[in-house]
């Protein structure tokens, strides 16, 4: 992997090289770091590019050519030492799921910038703002698993954390004015908490397809065959499954199901290079869609219906009133005072004190101490407030 780098900035590629930038980010206090991998261009998961960054020099390290970083692990899980992230959520799963590396003492700069209402909270408008510096996204889709990588992408990379710590001292600062260092810490401890985790059910995804819900049983049961068909050629090829196939003419297909190679080049996204190439298997596919027995065709699953509550939907209304307000004046996003889904847990508990909200697992240590007695108090029906001022007065 050949390129010019500028100066305070190194390719890390081989074991001495690594163990050479250690012994540098080991008195470092802090590191910005974060990670490329190639989910727009392969079907798994994993780390291509990781970038380090102390107050004076950045590495850009290749776990293709270094596959031992268990030390650079011990770095990130010393309490001792802050690791700053921008989002950190996705870098955190694949640093799980590709090492089971767990950073401690994390500063996240994306959720600092919500607890100040930033109201450009990508890295690109921070850096922008607080520094003069132009991100250039032209890499922001790369194929970071392609070797050799380019110089002008290494470029790239390494400006996502060579600036980050200046970012992270404005932040903080900001945040201390505000008095909200310890939202943000509490916060932050969560972070630590993230795993990596499959996501979505893949043998339920077939359900989610914009247009699924439109489709007639056996329409469905095709259409269940080919992303089942899409998904296996996908793990094949370690390629995203719609670079095999986009989900436009699988509906299609399952709409008006093709039954030679003539009419499957005939659907629009197909074209004869998928018929040429694969399109036995899509057919076999097909066919095995339209051979589902009528008594075992798949149908659309239907919501549960839930009697609605009129009583819980007037306290979840009082509830968003009060943290509207709240939020108001402390120029605060709503939602990052307090998520819809933390009000609708305190609407189900209806706490009666502050002490019995704070016992919520949805609810964070300092909202209960900054919103509690205003979400006690929001929980109440307003019929029962002469009865609390009577219990206040006694």
């Known amino acids: 992997m050949a390129a010019t780098l500028p100066a305070d900035t190194r390719l890390v590629e081989r074991p001495d090289q690594l163990q050479e930038f250690l012994q540098v980010a080991a008195d470092a206090p802090s590191l910005a770091v974060d990670t490329e991998a190639a989910s727009f261009h392969r079907h798994l998961d994993r780390i291509y590019l990781i970038q380090v960054s102390t107050r004076t020099q950045t590495a850009i390290i290749d776990p293709l050519g270094v596959e031992d970083l268990s030390r650079f692990g011990e770095l990130l899980s010393d309490p001792a030492r802050e690791v700053v992230f921008h989002d950190a959520d996705y870098d955190l799963r694949l640093f799980d799921l590709q090492y089971r590396f767990r950073p401690n003492q994390i500063f996240d700069t994306r959720i600092a910038a919500q607890f100040v209402n930033e109201p450009g909270i990508g890295l690109a408008a921070l850096l922008e703002k607080y520094l003069g510096v132009k991100a250039d996204k032209k890499y922001q889709r790369a194929d970071w698993s392609t070797r050799p990588l380019k110089a002008e992408m290494l470029a790239y990379a390494a400006m996502d954390t060579r600036h980050l710590l200046e970012v992270r001292d404005i932040l903080h600062a900001r945040l201390a004015e505000l008095d909200r260092l310890s939202w943000v810490k509490e916060e932050f401890a969560a972070l630590e908490e993230l795993r990596y985790t499959a996501g979505e059910d893949r ?45 436009e003419p699988i509906l299609a297909m399952a709409e008006h199901p093709p039954r030679t190679a003539e009419e499957l080049a005939a659907v629009k996204g197909t074209g004869r290079d998928l018929a040429g190439r694969r399109g036995k298997e899509v057919l076999e596919a097909v066919a095995r869609g339209l051979a589902v027995p009528e008594a075992e065709l798949p149908r659309f699953p239907r919501p549960p219906r839930h009697k609605p509550d009129p009583v819980y939907v007037a306290r979840l209304d009082r509830l968003k009133a009060r943290r509207n307000t709240i939020a108001k004046d402390l120029d605060l996003a709503p939602g990052v005072l307090c998520p819809n889904g933390t009000l609708e847990a305190i609407a189900r508990a209806e706490p009666k004190t502050v002490a019995e909200l704070a016992m919520l697992p949805e609810v964070r240590d300092w909202q209960a101490k900054v919103l509690g007695e205003e979400l006690v108090a929001a929980v109440r029906n307003p019929s029962e407030k002469g009865e609390a001022r009577s219990e206040k007065a006694e």
């Open 203 to 247: 043998e339920e995804a077939w359900l989610r397809i914009k247009g699924a819900r439109t489709l007639s049983p056996r329409g469905l049961a095709v259409l269940r065959e080919l992303v089942q068909w899409r998904e296996q050629a996908a793990i094949q090829l370690d390629r995203a499954a719609f670079r095999i196939l986009n989900n």
